[in-house]
Every structure is written in C-alpha cells, then in structure tokens.
C-alpha cells in the first residue's frame, strides 16, 4: 500500500458568506465567491504549498463548491503534478436551501444548545450526518492508496466543519472532543503527516473553546 507522506486539509478562502451572511438570502451557498481577502489568502497559502510539495505529485480532491474550485484554482499548483477531482462528500454542511436570516441564527442558537454534531439543520444536515458521508470518503481515500503509484501528497479542499469531522474520523475522536473545537481560519491548512511509527500525526492541533469531557471510565477512544 503506498501510503502517502502527507494528507493536508485546507479551508477555502473568505467568502461572501464570511463577510456578510445577508448574502445567503438570495445566492445559494454553492455559489459563493471568494472575496478579494479570501483570494489573496488563497494565493499565500498556495506559496507556501508549492514550498512544501516541491516536484513531488499531489492527489487533490476539491468540494463542488464555487468557492473551493475558486481556492484550488488560486493556489497555483503545477498541472503537470497534480491530479484534482471534484468531490461532493467534501462540501459545507448542507443548511437548507434558501434561508432566512432570521430563522438561521434561531436553529444557530438551538444547535449551541443541543450539539453541533447532533443538531440537524430544517431541510438540511447534522454534523453526524457530513461525519458520515466524510467516513464514505476516507475509506474510498483508503482504497486510492493501494494503487503502487499513487503521489506522496494528498490535498483536500474543503470547508472548517468538514476539516474537523475528517479529523474526528481519521483520529477517532469523541464527539465531546469535536465539540470542544473551533474551526480554522480561512486559508488555514491542518496536515496528517505520516511519522516513524507508521501512524499520521496532525501537525497542530485545532484550537479549543472549552475543555471537553472526560469520557467514561473504561472507553477507548
């Protein structure tokens, strides 16, 4: 199984929806651009992609929306070593369509009360949900490595709550444990490095709001 060196995670550049979420009521979140900030964000982090890859190939897999194509596009990165896919299991956690403004920061307040990672959304997705379909992912991720060839690199191009319940995945973490996260920045990377001990490693932790649970005696995480 040809395992690759590193799998780095990163989140889109601002978007419209970052700056100003009166946006959502009339443009679809797939639809979001990218401000001017969240390009230049896209543009510095891409320098220091092209550092950290060099010559060597990536396997990139980008969410359909706007302004993830619009982050990968910024980046800069060498056609000729990279082999990008568009991949929907990747996207932001599905709200609903249309929203209201109003109606979104009630089901917000809610979702602070009962859980971001059991709160379902109206019309939309809980974060147990995109847990499952990022699970999907991984274990399609999982099978790529078995080809002989495949590049040492990996690059997802995905959105703060898909980053942390990717990790949660791939780190078995509790649910307490995402809880007490915070999602990165925009233009902000986590990386699962592989170390000597045949394990992936993240390069730096994602920073905590509070300091989780304890879990039962006896629980293996």
């Given at each position: 199984m040809a395992r690759p060196r590193r799998i780095v995670l990163l989140r889109h550049g601002e978007s419209q929806g970052n700056y100003d979420d009166s946006v959502y009521e009339h443009t679809p979140d797939h639809a979001l651009e990218l401000t001017p900030k969240g390009r230049r964000q896209a543009e510095a982090v891409g320098a220091r992609l092209r550092e950290i890859f060099g010559r060597e190939r990536v396997s990139a897999y980008v969410s359909p929306y706007r302004r993830t194509h619009q982050t990968f596009q910024l980046l800069g990165l060498d056609p000729s070593l990279v082999r990008a896919r568009e991949e929907p299991r990747l996207r932001e956690q599905d709200w609903g369509n249309w929203q209201d403004r109003e109606d979104v920061l009630r089901q917000k307040r809610a979702r602070d009360a009962y859980g971001h990672f059991f709160y379902r959304f109206a019309q939309g997705e809980s974060g147990a949900d995109v847990y499952d379909r990022v699970g999907a992912f991984l274990e399609s991720l999982w099978r790529s490595f078995e080809e002989p060839d495949h590049p040492p690199n990996?690059?997802?191009?995905?959105?703060?709550?898909?980053?942390?319940?990717f990790c949660m995945r791939w780190l078995h973490w509790t649910?307490?444990?995402?809880?007490?996260?915070?999602?990165?920045?925009?233009?902000?990377?986590r990386e699962l490095v592989l170390g000597r001990d045949n394990r992936y490693h993240l390069n730096r932790p994602f920073e905590h709001w509070h300091t989780p649970d304890r879990p039962f005696e006896g629980w293996c995480a």
């Open positions: 990996v690059l997802l191009v995905t959105h703060g709550l898909t980053m942390r319940l649910v307490a444990e995402f809880e007490s996260l915070s999602n990165p920045g925009n233009g902000e990377t």
